[in-house]
């Protein structure tokens, strides 16, 4: 692992490895040379039609796409929309197809693209059916179909919050042209009981400029935390089950995502053979003091990552996998794994034996790159990177942590993370991206 601290995103390993169709941002040279590159990308498409901050203000969502499909969600104040899609050809868009006269429902529209080619650029915009006024410009890259490789660009954060709400480092990565988004949780703070509020809310989050900018460069994948629903909220204590369906219907409405094999959060998205995606729910399925997650769920993910051939297995988990007995002691260790004993040892267990494994975490609003355990104990060498927070309150503990360790790197700012993940050399750069576009921290690992 090599490390170094503070550069601007002008030389941001995502750019060196070869994202030159950035918009605004002139790229570093590459210092990699493995022929794995993504192929360039054009210009942005500029369709036609006034582009409507009104009609459209919480501009155009993705989620959850494959190598050959996407989920599509616009909300508008219009009651019909017409879809325009196109698709890159070498240097330029071609259509490749329009979705006319969808009605909207409740002011959203949700759609799934398919037949989609992997590996490839697609743009999307919103229109009136008369073409004269539209939403911004969406953007999505389809996932490797199977058996392919090349280096992977994605981005994650987590805990957008109050304390900063412009968000400024999420308009540098919506600047990237990233081929996915991880969202690991409290992408809202709902104050929220009924689906109207909860719509509400996400709508507020949704029209922020560095947002709305995110959502149109690229796909998202999400889970949630505790606020998406309410603040340590546990079922049938603080929540009952109306105003779960409440805010889960909002949460999916606003980030549009496939339903896991329960019908429930969890859930798994490939990128070929690099990357595959294990989205935990570590929220819903909690019945304290003994269940983080649900049985059903925690076999289903053992058995998905012993089962995946990909060379980075990332395991999406809005509360910490690690054990931070020497960090923090057992203060909230139940809100985290740490207070689940049993299960986590058998989640870490079964880890310890499945190469490519990198935990992405949440919840703690401070940035870290440590290990899942102090050396010698199950876990002691499996990587767990928490990201964000975005705009929520810092940690400002984590600037006070001595050196471990089990904890190479602690960082209380807002950030969000860009990975570049490499299956040539198994590396993984993790770099903290700032409010004003630096580099904070940047970490390389080897999985
Ligand atoms: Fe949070």
Redesign the pocket.
């Known amino acids: 692992m090599r490390s170094s601290r503070r550069r601007f995103i002008t030389g941001i390993t995502a750019l060196s490895a070869g994202l030159t169709a950035c918009r605004g941002v002139s790229p570093a040279p590459s210092n990699t040379t493995l022929g794995l590159d993504r192929a360039p990308e054009p210009p942005p498409w500029e369709p036609d039609g006034m582009l409507d901050l009104e009609a459209f203000a919480w501009g155009v969502q993705v989620g959850d796409v494959t190598s050959d499909s996407a989920l599509l969600s616009v909300q508008t104040t219009e009651p019909t929309i017409d879809l325009a899609i196109v698709r890159q050809r070498d240097e330029t868009w071609v259509e490749v197809g329009a979705r006319t006269g969808l009605e909207v429902t409740d002011g959203f529209v949700q759609v799934t693209l398919d037949q989609l080619d992997p590996d490839t650029a697609y743009q999307f915009v919103a229109r009136t059916p008369d073409g004269a006024r539209r939403s911004h410009t969406g953007r999505l890259r389809t996932a490797l179909g199977p058996d392919r490789i090349r280096r992977i660009v994605f981005g994650a954060t ?2 957008l ?1 109050d304390e900063a709400p412009d968000f400024e480092n999420l308009a540098w990565a919506a600047k990237l042209d990233l081929d996915f988004f991880l969202l690991l ?2 992408t809202v ?1 709902a104050h929220a009981t009924t689906l109207e509020e909860y719509r509400a809310d996400w709508r507020q989050v949704l029209a922020t400029d560095s947002v709305r900018d995110l959502c149109a460069s690229t796909s998202l994948i999400a889970t949630w ?3 998406e629903v309410a603040n340590n909220w546990i079922l049938g204590e603080t929540v009952g089950p109306d105003q779960l369906l409440a805010a889960t219907t909002a949460f999916r409405e606003a980030i549009p995502q496939r339903q896991g094999p329960s019908g429930g959060l969890w859930r798994s998205i490939r990128w070929g053979d690099v990357i595959e995606v294990v989205v935990l729910d570590s929220r819903g399925e909690r019945i304290p003091p003994d269940q983080i997650v649900s049985e059903e769920q925690l076999d289903w993910a053992i058995e998905t990552l012993q089962q995946s051939t990909a060379t980075f297995k990332l395991l999406l988990c809005s509360v910490h996998l690690a054990d931070h007995t020497e960090l923090w002691g057992a203060v909230e260790a139940d809100d985290r794994w740490q207070g689940f004993p049993e299960q986590r040892s058998r989640l870490v267990e079964a880890l310890e034996g499945v190469e490519g494994v990198v935990v992405l975490t ?2 703690m ?1 401070y940035g870290s790159v440590h290990h899942l355990a102090p050396p010698g104990q199950p876990g002691a060498g499996i990587w767990e990177i928490a990201v ?2 975005s705009g ?1 309150t810092l940690n400002l503990l984590a600037e006070l942590a001595l050196a471990r360790e089990q904890y190479p790197m602690m960082l209380a700012e807002h950030s969000c993370c860009v990975f570049t993940a490499d299956p040539l050399s198994r590396t993984l750069v993790v770099d903290f991206i700032g409010d004003d576009g630096s580099v904070l921290a940047s970490q390389i690992l080897t999985v």
Request: aromatic letters at 6%; a negative charge.
């Open positions: 987590s805990c919050g949780g409290d703070y935390d505790d606020h949440g919840d609003h964000g927070p929520s």
